[in-house]
């Protein structure tokens, strides 16, 4: 059983950054692949970024290529996602994601871990 809790989300004005993280517990942080989703108001969840359990690979979503980074500290069993020049659009609640063994994995379908999510407000 895996436990993920996130924080880090907030306010923020358009142009400005957060740092969102995820803490997990539960099973061997090293061996998960790790991802962030997004689900905004009236809209679908959505894939943000996914890391490999062996930190080898990232991926990103267009919509945040450039802008978003995910990382990991096997020492702290955190995943983080960096943001910057965050916009409106940005707005949604954040969810991180992980899967024993997980490669790059964009469907929420291929994660079998959720967190309760974070709320991010970008304000234009």
């Known amino acids: 059983q895996v436990q993920l809790v996130e924080s880090g989300g907030g306010l923020v004005q358009a142009g400005g950054s957060l740092r969102l993280s995820c803490a997990v517990s539960?099973?061997?942080?090293?061996?998960?692949?790790m991802g962030w989703f997004r689900q905004a108001p009236g809209k679908e969840r959505e894939f943000v970024a996914s890391?490999?359990?062996?930190?080898?690979?990232?991926y990103y979503a267009e919509s945040v290529k450039g802008r978003f980074t995910i990382s990991r500290d096997n020492a702290k069993n955190t995943v983080i996602l960096q943001m910057n020049s965050l916009n409106p659009e940005d707005t949604a609640v954040y969810y991180c994601?992980?899967?024993?063994?997980?490669?790059?994995?964009?469907?929420?379908?291929?994660?079998?871990?959720w967190g309760q999510g974070t709320q991010v407000t970008v304000s234009s």
């Open positions: 994601a992980a899967r024993p063994w997980g490669g790059i994995l964009t469907s929420e379908n291929d994660y079998s871990s």
């Open positions: 539960g099973r061997g942080f090293s061996t998960l692949g």
């Open positions: 890391i490999t359990w062996n930190e080898r690979s990232t």
